[in-house]
């Protein structure tokens, strides 16, 4: 049976590209956001790849976005969500339909320097490794059991930009990796 992947972009879509240039392209069954001008979106359009968007400020409030997020899910059957740069946190409704098959790519070394700034705490507390982790979605801010984890040396004169373009590349091909494995057996251990 074919593996269902949706993937959720708010940016660039630089980790989506990477999906898209894999052996997995085929089971990235749409891509979704929560900006109608993300360019990850346009990256997928270019793929052929369905997209949708469901946008924050089309709904009163927090709670009927979720839901209407947790819909479109719902109708795609994904065996996977990707988390690829989407800046969001989701509701709990969305992670209890779903426990389990929401991974989210974070550059640091989880459980260290969890939230949006991972790259800027990592080298403003001065550590020589940092990298980036794979990891399940929970409840929590970038909490849920570590899938796997790659390091990156911080070097001499490392800024936020050269040291997160560093940790991009890690991050591209670690998730490449984890569902190329998971398309082959179901499973990202």
Request: charged fraction near 20%; hydrophobic fraction near 45%; glycine fraction near 8%.
């Amino acid at each position: 049976m074919e593996s269902r992947i949706v993937v959720l972009v708010s940016g660039s879509g630089t980790l989506l590209q990477a999906l898209i240039d894999s052996s997995v392209r085929d089971s990235v069954v749409a891509v979704g956001s929560d900006l109608a001008d993300c360019q990850g979106l346009v990256r997928a359009q270019k793929a052929g790849i369905a997209t949708f968007v469901v946008e924050p400020a089309t709904f009163a409030n927090r709670s009927d976005w979720n839901s209407a997020l947790q819909s479109e899910l719902v109708d795609l059957r994904p065996d996977v969500i990707i988390l690829a740069g989407f800046m969001r946190i989701l509701g709990p409704g969305v992670i209890s339909q779903f426990r389990g098959q929401i991974i989210n790519t974070h550059p640091a070394l989880l459980p260290f320097f969890p939230g949006a700034h991972g790259v800027r705490d990592a080298l403003a507390a001065g550590v020589v490794n940092t990298g980036c982790t794979l990891h399940y979605v929970d409840e929590g801010v970038d909490t849920g059991e570590i899938i796997s984890q790659r390091i990156v040396p911080v070097l001499d004169g490392d800024d936020e930009v050269s040291l997160h373009e560093r940790i991009k590349i890690e991050e591209r091909d670690l998730l490449v990796k984890a569902l190329e494995l998971f398309v082959a057996t179901g499973t990202f251990k």
